[in-house]
């Protein structure tokens, strides 16, 4: 992606197939750190990864665009890009701070640069019912988010932790694992939503 972003290479020579069937991905390296600093002197630079996907999302049911912890300009050029957001939020002391940034950033490009960016839905991750954390988080979250909120939420889960090393997704690394059985459901819940 550092090349399709910069370079303009190609974005269909970069898109792969995967273990799993009907899905593909255009992969990055960890070059990709540093096409934040090479993009701040880019023309047009919020709306690069937009022309992209704009050129090959006909050809797909659903264009995920996995972002960066941080919101520096790759995030931007992401939320420039979609219509809408799936969030992910963990289970974690400090992932309410992250979010009210992210929503801060979200409403900045919407008034600005895409005006029709709104939120998908909110994913519950790594969520451990024993924990009173957990408990607290998902509650915070559903005072500010509502039904936007999946019912389905991910489990804290060693499988999901194991599966990259394997290369495989944890649908295929241990299919009768909670992390697997929580993702699968989650999948049949986005796709109800539309």
Do not use: W
């Amino acid at each position: 992606m550092y090349d399709v972003l910069l370079q303009d290479y190609p974005i269909e020579e970069v898109i792969v197939d995967t273990v799993e069937d009907r899905v593909f991905v255009a992969p990055a390296t960890i070059q990709l750190a540093g096409a934040e600093i090479e993009l701040v002197s880019a023309m047009a630079r919020e709306s690069i990864l937009k022309s992209v996907v704009e050129k090959i999302k006909g050809e797909f049911d659903y264009v995920f665009i996995d972002c960066p912890p941080s919101l520096g300009l790759l995030t931007i050029n992401a939320l420039v890009a979609s219509g809408q957001l799936l969030i992910p939020i963990q289970c974690e002391y400090y992932a309410l701070e992250g979010v009210t940034k992210l929503i801060e950033s979200m409403k900045m490009v919407k008034s600005s640069l895409n005006p029709t960016l709104s939120i998908f839905g909110v994913v519950m991750t790594m969520y451990d019912t024993r924990t009173t954390l957990s408990h607290q988080v998902v509650e915070e979250c559903e005072n500010y988010f509502g039904q936007q909120i999946f019912k389905t939420y991910i489990p804290r889960n060693v499988k999901i932790a194991e599966a990259p090393s394997h290369g495989l997704p944890v649908t295929m690394y241990a299919r009768m694992s909670k992390g697997a059985s929580a993702y699968t459901k989650l999948a049949k819940e986005v796709i109800r939503r539309g």
